[in-house]
Protein backbone atom coordinates (compact mmCIF):
# COMPACT_ATOMS: atom_id res chain seq x y z
CA UNK A 1 0.00 0.00 0.00
CA UNK A 2 1.25 3.33 -0.60
CA UNK A 3 2.65 5.90 1.69
CA UNK A 4 0.42 7.80 3.69
CA UNK A 5 1.11 11.65 5.50
CA UNK A 6 -0.96 13.63 7.91
CA UNK A 7 -1.08 17.38 6.24
CA UNK A 8 -2.71 20.00 7.96
CA UNK A 9 -3.26 23.79 6.50
CA UNK A 10 -2.94 26.18 9.59
CA UNK A 11 -5.86 28.59 10.32
CA UNK A 12 -3.38 31.73 8.99
CA UNK A 13 -3.64 30.12 5.72
CA UNK A 14 -7.01 29.55 5.94
CA UNK A 15 -8.02 33.17 6.53
CA UNK A 16 -5.33 34.40 4.04
CA UNK A 17 -7.38 31.89 1.59
CA UNK A 18 -4.30 29.67 0.57
CA UNK A 19 -6.65 26.38 0.91
CA UNK A 20 -6.62 25.98 -2.78
CA UNK A 21 -2.80 27.02 -3.53
CA UNK A 22 -1.65 24.95 -0.90
CA UNK A 23 -3.39 21.57 -2.39
CA UNK A 24 -2.96 22.26 -5.72
CA UNK A 25 1.20 21.54 -5.10
CA UNK A 26 0.31 18.84 -3.35
CA UNK A 27 -1.61 17.48 -6.41
CA UNK A 28 0.66 18.62 -9.51
CA UNK A 29 3.47 16.78 -7.94
CA UNK A 30 1.28 13.63 -8.50
CA UNK A 31 0.28 12.82 -5.19
CA UNK A 32 -3.16 11.89 -3.97
CA UNK A 33 -5.24 13.26 -1.47
CA UNK A 34 -6.98 10.38 0.29
CA UNK A 35 -8.94 12.31 2.94
CA UNK A 36 -9.83 15.74 3.79
CA UNK A 37 -11.56 18.11 6.00
CA UNK A 38 -12.14 21.33 7.59
CA UNK A 39 -12.11 21.73 11.43
CA UNK A 40 -12.03 23.59 14.72
CA UNK A 41 -9.34 21.53 16.22
CA UNK A 42 -10.45 20.75 19.91
CA UNK A 43 -7.45 21.38 22.92
CA UNK A 44 -7.02 17.95 23.88
CA UNK A 45 -6.40 17.10 19.93
CA UNK A 46 -3.68 20.25 19.09
CA UNK A 47 -1.89 18.76 22.41
CA UNK A 48 -2.01 14.95 20.88
CA UNK A 49 -0.64 16.44 17.84
CA UNK A 50 1.85 18.47 19.32
CA UNK A 51 2.60 16.14 22.11
CA UNK A 52 6.25 15.79 21.42
CA UNK A 53 6.76 19.95 21.61
CA UNK A 54 5.32 20.20 25.61
CA UNK A 55 7.72 22.02 27.93
CA UNK A 56 9.12 23.52 25.10
CA UNK A 57 8.73 28.00 25.10
CA UNK A 58 7.04 27.53 21.78
CA UNK A 59 4.78 24.96 22.64
CA UNK A 60 1.76 26.99 24.19
CA UNK A 61 1.11 30.18 21.94
CA UNK A 62 1.50 27.33 19.15
CA UNK A 63 -1.18 25.73 20.55
CA UNK A 64 -3.51 29.00 21.18
CA UNK A 65 -2.55 29.55 17.59
CA UNK A 66 -3.53 26.27 15.69
CA UNK A 67 -7.20 26.80 17.65
CA UNK A 68 -7.16 30.38 16.46
CA UNK A 69 -9.33 29.54 13.71
CA UNK A 70 -10.77 26.74 11.29
CA UNK A 71 -7.67 23.95 9.62
CA UNK A 72 -8.07 21.78 6.80
CA UNK A 73 -6.44 18.23 7.82
CA UNK A 74 -5.80 15.79 5.06
CA UNK A 75 -4.00 12.42 4.56
CA UNK A 76 -1.95 12.53 0.81
CA UNK A 77 -0.71 9.52 -0.52
CA UNK A 78 2.18 8.55 -2.72
CA UNK A 79 5.62 7.21 -3.26
CA UNK A 80 7.94 8.61 -0.62
CA UNK A 81 5.14 11.01 0.44
CA UNK A 82 6.67 12.22 3.60
CA UNK A 83 9.74 13.59 1.94
CA UNK A 84 7.51 14.36 -0.82
CA UNK A 85 5.42 16.55 1.12
CA UNK A 86 8.12 17.73 3.55
CA UNK A 87 9.87 19.10 0.16
CA UNK A 88 7.04 20.87 -1.10
CA UNK A 89 6.44 22.11 2.66
CA UNK A 90 10.03 23.34 2.85
CA UNK A 91 11.93 24.24 5.81
CA UNK A 92 10.46 25.19 9.43
CA UNK A 93 11.49 28.20 9.59
CA UNK A 94 10.02 30.39 6.65
CA UNK A 95 13.15 32.49 5.95
CA UNK A 96 14.85 29.69 5.22
CA UNK A 97 12.94 27.69 3.41
CA UNK A 98 13.60 27.23 -0.27
CA UNK A 99 12.42 29.98 -2.50
CA UNK A 100 9.79 28.10 -4.72
CA UNK A 101 8.18 25.94 -1.20
CA UNK A 102 4.98 26.84 0.26
CA UNK A 103 6.48 28.06 3.61
CA UNK A 104 9.54 29.87 0.89
CA UNK A 105 6.83 31.54 -0.70
CA UNK A 106 4.00 32.26 1.27
CA UNK A 107 5.30 32.04 4.95
CA UNK A 108 7.17 34.53 7.24
CA UNK A 109 6.57 33.02 10.89
CA UNK A 110 8.31 30.31 12.38
CA UNK A 111 5.26 29.27 14.36
CA UNK A 112 2.48 30.44 11.79
CA UNK A 113 4.35 28.92 9.30
CA UNK A 114 1.41 27.78 6.92
CA UNK A 115 1.67 24.04 6.52
CA UNK A 116 2.22 21.13 9.30
CA UNK A 117 3.57 17.87 7.75
CA UNK A 118 4.38 14.22 9.74
CA UNK A 119 8.02 13.56 9.71
CA UNK A 120 7.98 9.89 9.60
CA UNK A 121 5.39 6.88 7.85
CA UNK A 122 5.02 6.13 12.19
CA UNK A 123 4.15 9.37 13.37
CA UNK A 124 2.00 10.02 10.46
CA UNK A 125 -0.22 6.96 11.35
CA UNK A 126 -0.39 8.48 15.13
CA UNK A 127 -1.32 11.59 13.41
CA UNK A 128 -3.94 11.11 10.95
CA UNK A 129 -5.84 9.22 13.72
CA UNK A 130 -6.34 11.83 15.84
CA UNK A 131 -8.24 13.33 13.24
CA UNK A 132 -10.00 10.42 10.86
CA UNK A 133 -12.27 7.17 11.41
CA UNK A 134 -11.13 4.44 8.65
CA UNK A 135 -14.20 4.80 6.93
CA UNK A 136 -13.27 8.86 5.97
CA UNK A 137 -10.47 7.46 3.87
CA UNK A 138 -10.87 7.03 0.35
CA UNK A 139 -9.03 4.53 -1.93
CA UNK A 140 -9.22 5.51 -5.68
CA UNK A 141 -6.91 5.82 -8.81
CA UNK A 142 -6.33 9.00 -9.53
CA UNK A 143 -4.32 10.75 -13.13
CA UNK A 144 -1.88 8.77 -14.78
CA UNK A 145 -2.85 5.67 -12.90
CA UNK A 146 -6.45 5.30 -14.69
CA UNK A 147 -4.19 5.34 -17.99
CA UNK A 148 -1.92 2.83 -17.20
P1 LIG B 1 7.88 20.93 11.37
O1 LIG B 1 6.45 21.47 11.43
O2 LIG B 1 8.65 21.57 10.24
O3 LIG B 1 7.95 19.42 11.37
P2 LIG B 1 8.67 20.92 14.20
O4 LIG B 1 10.07 21.12 14.69
O5 LIG B 1 8.07 19.56 14.33
O6 LIG B 1 8.62 21.45 12.69
O7 LIG B 1 7.77 21.98 14.99
C1 LIG B 1 6.36 21.89 14.94
C2 LIG B 1 5.81 23.27 14.79
O8 LIG B 1 6.09 24.02 15.95
C3 LIG B 1 6.39 24.08 13.64
O9 LIG B 1 5.74 23.83 12.40
C4 LIG B 1 6.15 25.50 14.10
O10 LIG B 1 4.80 25.91 13.86
C5 LIG B 1 6.33 25.38 15.60
N1 LIG B 1 7.70 25.72 16.01
C6 LIG B 1 8.81 24.95 15.93
N2 LIG B 1 9.90 25.60 16.39
C7 LIG B 1 9.45 26.83 16.77
C8 LIG B 1 10.10 27.98 17.33
O11 LIG B 1 11.31 27.99 17.57
N3 LIG B 1 9.31 29.07 17.58
C9 LIG B 1 7.97 29.08 17.32
N4 LIG B 1 7.32 28.01 16.80
C10 LIG B 1 8.05 26.91 16.52
Redo the contacts with the bound molecule.
Keep these: MAEKAFVMI?PNAVKRGLIGEIIKRYEQKGLKVVAMKMIKMKKAQAEEL?K??QG???YQ??IE?ILSGPVVVMIIEGPRVIEAV?SI?G???PLKAQAGSIRGEFGI?????I?????SIQSAEQEWKIFFEENEIFEYLCGFENEL
Excluded: C, G, I, Q
Excluded at 109 to 113: D, I, Q, T
Excluded at 115 to 119: G, K, Q, T
Design positions: KYVHKDFPLFRNETDSVRKNVHASD
